[in-house]
């Protein structure tokens, strides 16, 4: 499948109501699944882009058969070309898009000391270029229409740090300055720009970790969470739900922490 061809879409033709296009990245799996799921039962026709040939398709198609409206894209994020030959297929697919998630992220751990430059530019390419590309792509729908929600995923490792990931820290770091830069440059456009921070969400990414040995176990990250439970996909959904929706065009250049209490930042 092409990168340009959808992958998955409803049947629904959207003439007398067009559903607001909602572009997903990352959205394949984890947190951004669980994004893709909840914009598409809030009512957006979700497109959902993923990294590795037709996940994101797989993704689309348990969302439509739920009764929603969803496609799926292939794109790696960091490459410009792949992103904006998926927008351009979301555009002529689904129609102009209104709402933007950048949530595709790499974060893997490295002692900085070690650090290679390359592994420093890779997280770098992904986790904050790929936002750059993602939102660049997108934009002109968003201006155009004179309406939209751009929507970006960071981490509390920006806000706190993080030990062995200095360059995933310094990429989401990057993401919040990027949504005051964008949220005040776009601020009389109808456009608003914001960010969640997450922490400690049990998703499969951190599955992996845990059984890795690399991370303690969710009992005992738990015990250090406020409200006594780590986070689910569905915590930081709502809250991407709150900000792609009509009720925050007076809501611009902020982070909203889904944290369970978790008092950083
Ligand atoms: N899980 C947590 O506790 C946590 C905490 C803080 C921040 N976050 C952030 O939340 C977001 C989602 O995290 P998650 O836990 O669901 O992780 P995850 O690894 O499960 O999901 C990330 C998704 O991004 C995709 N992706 C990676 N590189 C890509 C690329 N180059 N192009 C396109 N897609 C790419 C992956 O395939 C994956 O589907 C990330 O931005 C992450 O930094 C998560």
Redesign the pocket.
Known sequence: MSSAEPAVATLETPDSHPKRVAVV??????????IAERLAADGYAVAL????PG?AAAAASEIAATGGTAAGYD?????RAQVDAAVAAIRAELGPIAVVV??????PQQAFLEMTLEQWNTII???LT?TFNTVQSCLPDLVEAGWGRVVL?????AQRGAPKMAH?AAS?GGQLALTKALAVEFARTGITVNTV??????????EKKRADGKIPSAEDMAKYIPVGR??T?AD?AGAVSYLASDDTSYVTGQTIGVNGGSFIG
Do not use: E, H, L, Q
């Open positions: 990245t990352g959205a394949a799996a984890g947190i951004g699944r669980s882009i993923g990294r590795t996940t794109a790696d994020v960091a490459d950048a949530n595709a992220a790499v974060a390419d992904i986790n790929g995923i960071s981490s509390s490792s995933y989401k921070v997450p922490s400690s969400i049990d998703t499969p990414s951190v780590m986070g996909g930081i």
